[in-house]
């Protein structure tokens, strides 16, 4: 019980430090967040304020009617970006299902609808996972048979290829998905660059918040098959990508764990044979104190 003392302690001490390592840095982002976004939040709400009562009072409309107004046009937005529900658009959804990218842009509205989509969800969601895991560790081999042959050709002494190298692999490559794909979409949905940038970093991380959402103006997912093909395949492409970085993030994390382990499990060895040889001397002392009592015993009768 004893030797299992130390590791156990170290172990309680690595979850506790990474507990308030989580949580001092939520309290470091909602203090930046405060300070970057509430100011302009209330601007914001103080602008839109004014210009509601400018245009009740320019259209003479009550509260009542103007909130039922905003409110029909907040129910007839996605519908202006086309039908949502054919097979382009629904491929478009079940992806974002699965994915859990879930932007809410479209969302069911009968009860077998949702009722489908928790039930299609619940295998689709570890099936997906699983399955940019295992593409992820494919693509991970086959970089490290392209780097040990790249550096073959370089005569490099050192052929070994490094968890460090292939983190910085995927790290450009997924620099290179960002920067085009947001270049794609800037271009397409006419927005700023750093708005498309924001979209394929918020996409590709899951975040999904919705408030910039592909495909959603004048009818693309009807009218424009090659830039659907194109949406699709970056976020599958993009998610691998990712996926492929997370592996090598938590392979390094279980390295560094094991490691740890290694580590105390040889500290617990070196400390049972430390307890062994001091039970050893401890034994040897003491027979070697009871035959000098029975020698003075027997010399004194």
């Avoid at 042959?149 to 292939?166: A, D």
Wanted: hydrophobic content about 45%; aromatic content about 10%.
């Amino acid at each position: 019980m004893h030797r299992t003392k130390g590791p156990m302690k170290r172990q309680n001490v690595r979850t506790l430090a990474l507990i308030v390592c989580t949580f001092t840095y939520l309290l470091l982002g909602a203090a930046i967040f405060d300070a970057l976004e509430s100011e302009v939040e209330v601007h914001e709400r103080k602008r839109l304020q004014e210009q509601e009562r400018a245009w009740r009072d320019k259209y003479n409309i009550t509260k009542e009617d103007f909130e039922k107004i905003t409110q029909l046009g907040i129910q007839l937005k996605p519908y202006k970006a086309g039908t949502q529900w054919k097979f382009a658009g629904a491929f478009y959804f079940a992806t974002t299902v699965i994915t859990t990218i879930g932007y809410g842009h479209c969302t069911p509205k009968t009860v077998g609808g949702k009722i489908f989509c928790m039930l299609y969800a619940l295998p689709g969601i570890p099936l997906c996972i699983v399955m940019f895991q295992s593409i992820g560790e494919r693509m991970n081999t086959l970089v490290t048979c392209l780097l040990r042959r790249l550096k073959s050709l370089l005569k490099c002494q050192n052929k070994i290829v490094s968890q460090t190298h292939l983190i910085l692999f995927s790290a450009n490559v997924g620099t290179i998905v960002l920067t085009v794909g947001a270049a794609v979409f800037a271009q397409y949905e006419r927005w700023h660059y750093l708005d498309a940038f924001y979209y394929c970093f918020i996409t590709l991380t899951t975040i999904g918040f919705g408030d910039f959402v592909a495909l959603q103006r004048e009818d693309s997912l009807v009218k424009q098959p090659d830039y659907v093909a194109f949406s699709l395949i970056f976020i599958l492409f993009g998610l691998t990508v990712v996926s492929s970085a997370m592996n090598l993030l938590v392979l390094r994390f279980l390295t560094m764990n094991t490691d740890d382990q290694r580590r105390d499990e040889q500290e617990a060895a070196a400390q049972a044979r430390e307890f062994r040889r001091l039970h050893g001397d401890v034994i040897h002392s003491v027979i070697g104190m009871t035959v000098e009592i029975q020698i003075i015993v027997q010399h004194n009768p």
